[in-house]
């Protein structure tokens, strides 16, 4: 038992490294994906996952495989389609989630060229697969101010974000802050899928913070549990993820993501509100 949970993060550095990371980024988006699933965002977060793309590749062409390049142009990046997106939705007919839409295939297009400019194939999969088990200790402190900053910031507008989520009509009416609560927490948003870009890639990094999420709905009505029920599974799938590559030589980044998806899939059939409960519930009413 010890050869096959505990022995990889004890031996290995660049195993401890990959833990530390992703259980930060656990901790950072997870609560992040429970207010985009709230707010019937999630396919947003996709959407701006792909939107970093454009800014980390232009960090690449310029400076290689640097973190701090490749993390100032993918933030810029996803703060310019998210305000873009969202003027367009506000000066124009087009609702937020088209704006979006054509935001993110042009963002993808472009990174993709960008990368394929300067870099090789090899290059192209490190930008959007990325490399959990390559942390440094350079991506660890980024993820860790990420975390901090993105903690701060859930304490400090809970109450807005968790009122915006259940009426944001009622929020606008008796505060201001309904606007700048919508706008800082697309800020977080991208500055979570930067955290997670160093880690899983830009294609990847957008699962970490939906599918924990997505699993503890099945289980909880609560904001506080779901948030925390989240986490938990964050922490197991990062874990479980690492150990499965580990001992299959599997690829790390998605091994995680599938780990994610294994707890989405029972949960969705054995939870609370999942299929089973359901169906129990319909079959109990039915013969009353």
């Known amino acids: 038992m010890y050869d096959l949970l505990i022995s990889p993060f004890v031996e290995f550095g660049f195993m401890q490294r990959a833990l530390l990371g992703s259980l930060l980024l656990s901790l950072s988006s997870c609560p992040v994906g429970v207010f985009l699933m709230l707010r019937r965002m999630s396919l947003t977060g996709d959407a701006m996952a792909h939107a970093i793309l454009p800014g980390a590749a232009t960090g690449f062409l310029l400076y290689g495989l640097q973190i701090v390049p490749m993390t100032v142009g993918g933030l810029i990046a996803g703060v310019v389609v998210a305000l873009g997106a969202g003027a367009v939705s506000r000066l124009t007919v087009q609702k937020e989630d088209a704006?979006?839409?054509?935001?993110?295939?042009?963002?993808?297009?472009?990174?993709?060229?960008?990368?394929?400019?300067?870099?090789?194939?090899?290059?192209?999969?490190?930008?959007?697969?990325?490399?959990?088990?390559?942390?440094?200790?350079?991506?660890?402190?980024?993820?860790?101010?990420?975390?901090?900053?993105?903690?701060?910031?859930?304490?400090?507008?809970?109450?807005?974000?968790?009122?915006?989520?259940?009426?944001?009509?009622?929020?606008?009416?008796?505060?201001?802050?309904?606007?700048?609560?919508?706008?800082?927490?697309?800020?977080?948003?991208?500055?979570?899928?930067?955290?997670?870009?160093?880690?899983?890639?830009?294609?990847?990094?957008?699962?970490?913070?939906?599918?924990?999420?997505?699993?503890?709905?099945?289980?909880?009505?609560?904001?506080?549990?779901?948030?925390?029920?989240?986490?938990?599974?964050?922490?197991?799938?990062?874990?479980?993820?690492?150990?499965?590559?580990?001992?299959?030589?599997?690829?790390?980044?998605?091994?995680i993501i599938l780990s994610a998806g294994a707890v989405y899939l029972l949960s969705m059939i054995l939870g609370t509100r999942g299929i089973l409960r359901a169906r129990f519930v319909r079959h109990r009413h039915r013969t009353a």
């Open 99 to 255: 704006s979006m839409a054509a935001f993110y295939l042009i963002s993808l297009a472009l990174g993709v060229l960008i990368v394929s400019l300067r870099g090789s194939s090899v290059d192209l999969m490190h930008v959007l697969f990325g490399t959990v088990l390559a942390l440094n200790d350079d991506a660890l402190r980024l993820i860790t101010l990420i975390t901090g900053t993105t903690l701060v910031a859930l304490a400090i507008f809970w109450r807005a974000l968790v009122a915006e989520c259940l009426d944001p009509l009622f929020l606008r009416s008796v505060s201001r802050l309904g606007t700048p609560v919508h706008f800082i927490f697309l800020g977080l948003v991208v500055l979570n899928l930067v955290g997670g870009f160093q880690a899983l890639g830009t294609l990847l990094s957008v699962g970490l913070m939906m599918l924990p999420a997505a699993a503890a709905r099945f289980w909880t009505s609560r904001v506080e549990t779901m948030c925390a029920l989240a986490i938990a599974i964050g922490f197991s799938a990062s874990v479980a993820g690492l150990l499965l590559s580990y001992h299959a030589s599997l690829p790390s980044g998605p091994a």
